[in-house]
């Protein structure tokens, strides 16, 4: 199933952007296998419970053995892509880089995740999220006035690099289709992030976006696109740009009449305070029942855990329960082509052997007795 059904993937693991990018082609119906260091649990995470390792196989490999490289440009020779997410040169030093795959295999698309990109000053320095999101100006641009907020690490590993990298990789797969040949995609969180940005930078270049933290439209400056403290102490956002949703916000709050004009900036912080005061008059579920059914653009912050139980994520099916371990559904959705959420990577890779000759590797059995080839641990299962 999946519109991506009939394309085959190699992934040589990694952390962060990488295994989740790999992840979703595996949902889209790709044929994704991982090839692992062997026993490496980089975050010591239970293997069903590493929710970005599922719908493939994860098998060890011993790339220190010339037969674990070896196999692995046996499995790219029958792949579409492959990916991988080292610092620049490391897939070289392995003999595993572009030259040494697609020599031979010109249709092969090979994507590079990397936080600096291949190439500038600090392409071969290590990082985190945080480091490349930082050097972009979205770190800066979020949180409160007194100091920036993490935003996980969706901003950068997984919006500005796995989710570019998907992409990079459908484009390319479709532009093979034209030229019969595959190319090398460079994947960098740093342009990724910078990407995402571009509304903002379009607005700072025009005077209309204050380089400032939450000084701005949609970065929690206005009191009308805020979040507010209930009297339990839980949270409400509340998002009523457009005249009309904010008149319907301000009616269901009962807000004064002589509360300040929204549109005086200068009088912002006297209507904040003003929104506040009322929202902390009662509980969050009575704000939830004061808002059923309205177009004020105000919703709950709801924990992780509360998440699934929602009335519209729970009508959508998007988050769902698989042997007791509540987890996103696959996305985006296809009429005729949906994706699977296939059975999680401990469950598909205890028999390597198995895995490896459904890719043609007949020597598969071998390979596995020689210990060049092993599945995770029992424990990890």
């Given at each position: 199933?999946?519109?991506?059904?009939?394309?085959?993937?190699?992934e040589l693991?990694?952390?962060?952007?990488l295994?989740?990018?790999?992840?979703?082609?595996a949902?889209?119906g790709?044929?994704?296998?991982r090839i692992?260091?062997p026993?490496?649990?980089p975050l010591?995470?239970?293997?069903?419970?590493?929710?970005?390792?599922?719908?493939?196989?994860?098998?060890?490999?011993?790339?220190?053995?010339p037969?674990?490289?070896?196999?692995?440009?046996?499995?790219?020779?029958?792949?579409?892509?492959?990916?991988?997410?080292?610092?620049?040169?490391?897939a070289?030093?392995?003999g595993?880089?572009?030259d040494?795959?697609?020599?031979?295999?010109?249709?092969?698309?090979?994507?590079?995740?990397?936080?600096?990109?291949?190439?500038?000053?600090?392409?071969?320095?290590?990082?985190?999220?945080?480091?490349?999101?930082?050097?972009?100006?979205?770190l800066?641009?979020?949180?409160?006035t007194?100091?920036?907020?993490?935003?996980?690490?969706?901003?950068?590993?997984?919006?500005?690099?796995?989710m570019y990298?998907?992409?990079?990789?459908?484009?390319a797969?479709l532009e093979?289709v034209?030229s019969?040949?595959g190319?090398v995609?460079?994947?960098?969180?740093v342009?990724?992030?910078t990407?995402?940005?571009?509304?903002?930078?379009g607005?700072?270049?025009?005077?209309?976006?204050?380089?400032?933290?939450?000084?701005?439209?949609?970065?929690?400056?206005?009191?009308?696109y805020?979040?507010?403290?209930?009297?339990?102490?839980?949270?409400?956002?509340?998002?009523?740009?457009?005249?009309r949703?904010?008149?319907?916000?301000?009616?269901?709050?009962e807000?004064?009449a002589?509360?300040?004009?929204?549109?005086?900036?200068?009088?912002?912080?006297h209507?904040?305070?003003a929104?506040?005061d009322r929202i902390?008059?009662?509980?969050?579920a009575?704000?939830?029942?004061?808002?059923?059914?309205?177009d004020?653009?105000?919703?709950?912050?709801?924990?992780?855990s509360?998440?699934v139980?929602?009335?519209?994520?729970?009508?959508r099916?998007?988050?769902?329960?698989?042997?007791?371990v509540?987890q996103?559904?696959?996305?985006?959705?296809?009429?005729?082509t949906?994706g699977t959420?296939?059975?999680?990577?401990?469950?598909?890779?205890?028999?390597?052997?198995?895995?490896?000759?459904q890719?043609g590797i007949?020597?598969?059995?071998?390979?596995?007795?020689?210990g060049?080839?092993?599945?995770p641990?029992?424990?990890?299962?």
């Amino acid at each position: 199933m999946g519109p991506l059904q009939g394309t085959r993937v190699v992934e040589l693991a990694g952390i962060g952007p990488l295994p989740h990018a790999a992840m979703l082609l595996a949902e889209l119906g790709a044929d994704v296998i991982r090839i692992d260091r062997p026993g490496w649990q980089p975050l010591g995470i239970p293997a069903r419970h590493d929710l970005s390792l599922r719908g493939r196989p994860s098998l060890g490999v011993d790339l220190k053995d010339p037969r674990g490289v070896d196999l692995v440009r046996r499995l790219a020779g029958g792949a579409d892509v492959f990916l991988e997410g080292f610092r620049p040169g490391v897939a070289e030093r392995l003999g595993l880089g572009p030259d040494d795959l697609r020599g031979a295999h010109r249709e092969l698309i090979y994507g590079r995740m990397t936080g600096w990109g291949q190439s500038g000053p600090l392409a071969e320095h290590a990082g985190h999220d945080i480091d490349f999101i930082a050097v972009t100006g979205m770190l800066h641009a979020i949180g409160s006035t007194a100091e920036p907020a993490v935003p996980l690490n969706l901003v950068g590993d997984l919006g500005g690099g796995a989710m570019y990298l998907v992409v990079g990789v459908l484009a390319a797969l479709l532009e093979r289709v034209r030229s019969g040949e595959g190319q090398v995609i460079d994947a960098a969180i740093v342009d990724g992030t910078t990407h995402l940005g571009t509304a903002v930078f379009g607005l700072l270049a025009a005077g209309l976006w204050e380089d400032r933290r939450a000084t701005n439209l949609i970065d929690g400056g206005t009191p009308y696109y805020a979040v507010y403290e209930t009297r339990d102490g839980r949270h409400l956002a509340v998002g009523p740009l457009e005249d009309r949703f904010y008149d319907d916000f301000a009616a269901r709050i009962e807000l004064a009449a002589d509360a300040p004009d929204r549109s005086d900036r200068s009088r912002w912080p006297h209507l904040r305070q003003a929104i506040g005061d009322r929202i902390r008059t009662r509980d969050l579920a009575d704000w939830i029942e004061a808002f059923d059914g309205s177009d004020s653009c105000v919703a709950p912050v709801l924990a992780l855990s509360e998440a699934v139980a929602h009335p519209h994520l729970a009508a959508r099916g998007t988050l769902v329960d698989v042997d007791g371990v509540v987890q996103p559904a696959p996305a985006p959705r296809f009429s005729r082509t949906p994706g699977t959420l296939a059975p999680a990577s401990a469950e598909v890779s205890a028999d390597p052997a198995h895995v490896l000759t459904q890719w043609g590797i007949d020597d598969a059995a071998t390979l596995v007795e020689a210990g060049v080839v092993a599945a995770p641990p029992a424990e990890e299962r």
